[in-house]
């Protein structure tokens, strides 16, 4: 996927956290973020890699999010992945 189609989705996945009040309660929780923290670090690709690894936590999160973005849910690793620094990490 290309950086620039995939920083789009990632933005479009960070909107669906934001819209979805319980969860943003969670990950701002879960990850000390501030209300400022999400206004200043929007355009950070660690920050969205942060976001999508969080909806990629749960797969009810993913189908909710793949329905609001109206994408198939196995988009969002996708777009993960073409992030810079988002790459899959191999462990051995």
């Known amino acids: 996927m290309d950086k620039e ?24 929780g879960a990850t000390g973020a501030s209300q400022n923290d999400l206004r200043s670090n929007t355009l950070s690709h660690e920050f ?3 976001i999508l690894d969080f909806v990629l936590m749960d797969d009810r999160w993913v189908i909710s999010c793949g329905k609001f973005l109206n994408i198939d849910p196995s988009q969002i690793q996708l777009i993960r992945m073409s992030l810079d620094g988002g790459q899959e990490v191999n462990w051995t």
């Open 48 to 50: 969205l890699i942060s």
């Open 5 to 28: 189609i995939a920083e789009t989705r990632a933005l479009e996945v960070l909107t669906w956290v934001l819209s979805e009040d319980d969860l943003i309660q969670v990950f701002m």
